[in-house]
């Protein structure tokens, strides 16, 4: 069986390969206690948007599980996501993070796809992730499923390179009383409060609430980077089953914080200054979710998710509002004894208000975009129980760009119980946000002939287009025994229309006043280029009580300037902004008297771009556990060295501060 998969795998690669490419009260089951065969069975919905076990999955997927975040000693979920293979994460400054998967990491890193309960948190604004405002915590999290490659086919425009899917646990799972608290010299102070209980004999709740308070992190100097931030947030969660077939799910939540930010500007046109501002911002939202289940038989299901989201931020430079209503519908069917079809139908409305200042002007300063989708993924079973294909894709139609189809065909083989061979061929598109289309980003004044000063000024583009991506992936997983498992990915992805910045002929302005020299850098779609890579993830239990998982990554990009371009230094910025190399190294080890030490290495290779050298962090913990609801941590992060730089954020938006050493206490008690 295993020849007649590598026959099929080297057929379709030869097909789709480009022709230049060369629970108790503390939770489930602790982690050490499973074999490698029960952890390569988790299950898994993000592929597919319905339940597959991990070991069958066509796809580069990762899954950090409760147990994984427990031993962690993460306390926010960036941190947690280091431990993904062929993940960059980046920490600006106190409150903001790069974070991408293959490539192109910047703070607003727009081929990432994130979403929480399916609820998508990706910003239409910037494009990418405000980290700081994900603060769900993390005692609430049943597990984090990363996928890296496209997910177009099933999420839509903007799952270009990755999707992390954050999924909470049920009410069910969260009874009783939970409280956890605790302080260091980073982390000053950050607590969960949490009660569930049950609604009559059909229905269970959570309600929970948490806060953390950071200190700020040297500057670049080893000053203070005066980035000092804190959050608050809240969450209700109801599930109730309205019949035997029909069940519903509410989720409602509201987060309000504040942060300090460095942030790069020009204060003065004339005379001009530049100057690097102190400013404090303040970001506050709430959503509601509601999903109704319903079951017709064992082979057919449907959900019907609605949600709202309303997010604020702003600070003395620019201000912004926006707020998301959508619509998802999906049904899942078994048609016949070899086919698996999921399909579903969407409508998402996105509106937005901006507040402009000298730095930052939208136009307009208040805009919307409605998207329409459908899809269809079949799942065939071509020798039942060992040669599965998957055809899919996903039609959208967005105001900006019109229509948007993105396909995909995966190939899985069961060669026997320990080993799966995989390989996909997909096309994933992200589509322009409203910053593409009518951003004014004023960069820097400087004097000019004739008296005039000289300002530089990033502009949108009407005309902006779909940025498209064909990406060709192939993996292996195999289980050595009851010990050793192995996941293997490679990857090969041609990329057309990537955004660059072109420079435009200077002109006269003299709104804002006084008359200046405005020299132009436009938006548009004159890059392209390749990427290609492996990533690697082991589990090894070396013993019950002894488990290492090893990960390492490779990531080479080549980024080309299309023959009308003007930006000559924007293919070496892209390429040298991601580290080439990444590994990890995780250690847990259960210890006599109720002990639990962990390790995790994280070792990223230089930003040649950015002049940022590579480096090694350390995280350690020790943790005991005198009984089955209460625990007491000792963490220490960020042990090798006093400070260290993860980034210079070229994108200009706030400035880079140092990541320092740094411990904490922690208590958990249940009750």
Not at 551 to 560: E, K, P, R, S
Request: glycine letters at 10%.
């Amino acid at each position: 069986m295993r020849r007649n998969c590598l026959i099929i795998l080297a057929f379709v690669g030869s097909l789709v390969t480009p022709a230049h490419a060369q629970q108790g009260p503390k939770g489930p089951q602790d982690l050490s206690s499973l074999t490698i065969e029960d952890l390569m069975n988790i299950e898994v919905t993000s592929v597919s948007k319905r339940e597959e076990k991990l070991s069958r999955t066509a796809s580069a997927i990762f899954v950090i599980t409760q147990e994984d975040i427990q031993h962690s000693g993460a306390t926010n979920i960036p941190d947690l996501l280091r431990m993904v293979p062929g993940l960059d994460v980046a920490q600006i400054d106190g409150s903001t993070w790069a974070i991408s998967a293959r490539g192109f990491n910047q703070q607003s890193s727009d081929k990432l796809l994130v979403l929480i309960d399916g609820r998508t948190v990706y910003s239409p604004l910037f494009s990418g992730v405000q980290w700081d405002a994900q603060g769900v915590p993390l005692e609430n999290i049943d597990r984090i499923e990363v996928i890296r490659g496209p997910g177009a086919s099933v999420w839509g425009a903007n799952a270009v390179d990755g999707v992390i899917s954050i999924i909470t646990k049920k009410a069910d799972q969260t009874q009783g009383g939970l409280v956890s608290g605790g302080g260091g010299t980073n982390e000053q102070g950050f607590g969960t409060v949490r009660y569930g209980g049950m609604l009559g004999a059909r229905g269970a709740y959570r309600i929970s609430s948490n806060y953390s308070n950071h200190s700020h992190l040297p500057d670049p100097s080893g000053q203070s980077g005066e980035d000092a931030w804190n959050a608050l947030r809240a969450d209700l969660r109801a599930e109730y089953g309205l019949t035997a077939k029909d069940s519903a799910t509410v989720d409602i939540s509201g987060y309000r914080g504040g942060e300090g930010e460095r942030v790069p500007t020009v204060t003065s046109i004339s005379p001009p200054v530049n100057q690097v501002l102190d400013l404090r911002q303040i970001f506050s939202g709430w959503s509601i979710l509601s999903r109704w289940d319903h079951v017709f038989s064992a082979r057919s299901d449907t959900s019907l998710q609605v949600y709202f989201d309303k997010t604020d931020r702003s600070d003395p430079t620019y201000g912004e509002g926006f707020s998301t209503f959508d619509l998802d519908f999906q049904h899942h069917l078994q048609w016949g004894t070899r086919q698996n079809i999921v399909w579903g139908l969407g409508y998402r409305h996105i509106g937005d208000a901006t507040q402009g200042t000298l730095r930052v002007v939208f136009t307009p300063a208040a805009q919307t975009d409605q998207i329409f989708s459908g899809f269809l993924q079949d799942e065939i079973a071509i020798r039942p129980d060992s040669v599965y294909v998957t055809l899919g894709g996903k039609l959208e139609h967005n105001d900006f760009t019109g229509f948007v189809f993105q396909p995909s065909a995966r190939i899985a083989c069961v060669a026997n119980e320990h080993t799966m061979l995989w390989s996909s061929v997909s096309v994933a598109k992200r589509t322009p946000s409203f910053a593409d289309i009518g951003v004014q980003f004023t960069q820097f004044a400087s004097p000019g002939p004739g008296g005039l000063s000289v300002v530089a000024v990033a502009f949108g583009n009407p005309l902006e287009k779909d940025e498209n991506l064909l990406a060709t992936e192939a993996g292996l997983r195999r289980e050595f025994g009851d010990r050793v498992s192995l996941d293997v990915t490679t990857f090969f992805n041609h990329y057309t229309g990537l955004r660059s910045t072109e420079p435009g002929a200077a002109f006269l302005e003299s709104d804002p006043a006084p008359l200046h020299i405005v020299l132009p850098f436009v938006f548009s779609n004159l890059l392209h280029g390749e990427t290609h890579g492996a990533e690697v993830a082991v589990k090894w239990k070396i013993s019950n009580r002894w488990t290492l998982s090893p990960g390492y990554a490779f990531l080479l990009m080549h980024m080309h300037p299309d023959p009308a371009s003007q930006s000559l230094q924007a293919g070496f910025a892209m390429e040298g902004s991601s580290p080439a190399h990444q590994a990890q190294l995780r250690s847990h080890l259960v210890l006599p008297g109720q002990f639990q030490f962990d390790v995790s290495g994280y070792f990223v290779g230089r930003l040649p771009a950015q002049n940022v050298p590579s480096y090694t962090r350390l995280d350690a913990g020790m943790t005991w556990e005198p009984g089955e609801r209460f625990s007491f941590s000792l963490v220490g992060q960020n042990l090798l060295q006093d400070h260290h730089l993860e980034t210079t954020n070229p994108d200009l938006i706030i400035q880079s501060n140092l990541m320092k050493r740094s411990g904490y206490a922690k208590i958990v008690w249940h009750f």
